[in-house]
């Protein structure tokens, strides 16, 4: 009685922009109850499924990043004369890194100026075909050093599409996280992220694991390509859900068609800067960490242990990911991601360095990492995708990230040369304590005295802010947003 006729049934469209997006319409008389927006017509599954197909491919970052350690292991004992004396011995597992900043920044471009979803396909279709010619490397005429110059060629390549994931898939799922209830979108944002990651790690270690006992170390050729063009199925298995994506609505409302390049780096360089160096610290510890801590296992196990037996201590240190990873999503939405990675990364500083070597090392190492994924593995990325305007999230967010690459491949050659250098053993094991808790201890207070409190509704938030800036300029906002869709 007295109330406007619904716009579903009547065909009345609503003015855009007339009512916020998740507005709260209890206590208002029915002839002023704004009418349904889409996101609100919605149901739980249509609200979740493109955070998930943003998200979740970075299972395929932490596969192919883990399993290359388990294949190099393999190689090394198949070919110990050739592959021990050449440079793919390091180039196989570390060029990935390169690749994968490169593809940072190319997808990150790609993802502000032309597409998302796009981008994402992409990348997608890259991890895709070169998994399987990773899994197919094949020297001319059977030389083996062919073989490692083609393994070494397609994981640069595969770097790349690695490297895509981050800018064009958690930036839209940071963006799709915006339709999701509040007060679970951290965690969301972060289960189909890095907790994505953390178990893909744990998978890396596992497969090669049953694959040796399936095969036996007679057949390890079989091992490591299956091991590689397993890697197929993950970003297989989301092909269908991006192809059916759509540009999340914030970067249809947000994105920029001309760049005013120097109101951005004066709006962002300090929030910037701030956050690719913690990405970079993180990384240099998380990374390398898993060098020393193989190194443990080896002396633990000796030198005469069956392969099986190292990739399953591999996995088991893994697995302390997955607790870290998940306490660190539910406390991201209760004290704020800020919060958290400053607690966790201080956690980390002052964890005890083991006094000996043996399987306390190895707990106190898996602890140390554990807390990292809590603090800043769950939530630096959360921050990068979150503490800038749509318009340029892809950009910011390659570059923080594409810091973080280059902190984890400064690590893997900064720690061994520590430990090289320490007096014994027991300090080889823990001189690289000392030096990532000192570095973990200044990230905690990077983070708590100069990163912003990140909310729910923080995208929302800093797209307004932004725009209010460019106004304040002289920049003619009427050109923001994709004018074709409205």
């Known amino acids: ?70 294949v190099n292991t393999i190689l090394s004992q ?49 991890l ?27 994981r640069f390549i595969l770097g790349i599409g690695i490297g895509g994931e981050y800018p064009a898939g958690s930036v839209a799922a940071a963006e799709n996280t915006g339709e999701l209830k509040e007060g679970h979108r951290h965690r969301w944002f972060i289960m189909f992220t890095n907790f994505q990651i953390d178990f893909a790690y744990v ?46 609505e914030a970067f249809n409302r947000g994105r920029m ?59 088991v240190t893994n697995l302390f990911y997955i607790p870290g990873a998940f306490l660190g999503a539910l406390a991201s939405d209760k004290i704020g991601p800020r919060n958290t990675l400053a607690l966790g990364v201080g956690l980390q500083g002052v964890c005890p360095s083991p006094s000996r070597l043996g399987r306390t090392s190895i707990d106190l190492s898996s602890i140390f990492s554990a807390l990292g994924e809590f603090g800043p593995g769950d939530n630096i990325g959360l921050c990068a995708a979150k503490t800038s305007a749509t318009a340029i999230r892809g950009q910011y967010y390659a570059i923080a990230a594409a810091f973080g690459k280059i902190g984890a491949f400064v690590g893997t050659y900064v ?9 014994n053993k027991i300090r080889a094991g823990q001189d690289p304590f000392f030096v990532s808790s000192s570095l973990c201890i200044f990230s905690a207070m990077l983070a708590y005295f100069l990163l912003p409190q990140i909310k729910q509704d923080t995208i929302d938030k ?20 994709n004018k074709e869709q409205e």
């Open 1 to 70: 009685m007295g109330s406007k006729p619904n716009p579903e049934i009547s065909g009345e469209t609503p003015s855009p922009g007339k009512y916020p997006l998740c507005l709260d319409t209890t206590g208002l008389p029915d002839d002023e109850a704004p009418p349904f927006t889409p996101a609100q017509r919605k149901g739980r599954w249509e609200r979740s499924w493109p955070t998930i197909a943003c998200g979740a491919g970075l299972f395929s970052d932490g596969y192919l990043n883990g399993v290359i350690g388990s």
């Open 78 to 126: 198949l070919y110990p004369v050739t592959y021990n004396s050449s440079p793919a011995s390091q180039n196989v597992a570390s060029i990935t890194f390169a690749g994968t900043v490169l593809g940072q920044l190319i997808f990150g471009y790609l993802s502000d100026h032309w597409s998302r979803k796009w981008s994402l396909l992409i990348s997608t279709l890259i």
């Open 128 to 154: 895709i075909i070169f998994s399987a010619l990773s899994a197919g490397s094949y020297g001319a005429h059977g030389s083996q050093y062919g073989l490692f110059a083609a393994l070494t060629a397609y």
């Open 203 to 248: 998978v890396s270690a596992l497969v090669p694991m049953i694959l040796v006992l399936i095969f036996t170390e007679n057949h390890l050729r079989a091992v490591w390509r299956i091991a590689l063009g397993l890697g197929i199925i993950p970003p297989l298995s989301l092909f269908y859900l991006r192809l059916k994506l759509e540009e999340p």
């Open 257 to 315: 068609r001309k760049f005013p390049i120097w109101l951005i780096i004066k709006f962002y360089w300090k929030r910037l800067t701030v956050v690719s160096l913690i990405w970079f610290l993180y990384d240099f510890s998380a990374y390398s960490f898993n060098i020393y801590s193989s190194k443990w296992i080896s002396i633990i196990i000796g030198d005469t242990a069956p392969l099986w037996k190292t990739f399953g201590w591999t996995t």
């Open 415 to 423: 720690i061994p040369i520590i430990q090289d250098n320490a007096p």
């Open 462 to 481: 800093e797209d307004e802010e932004f725009v209010a800036y460019l106004k304040s300029h002289g920049y003619d906002t009427d050109t923001l947003g």
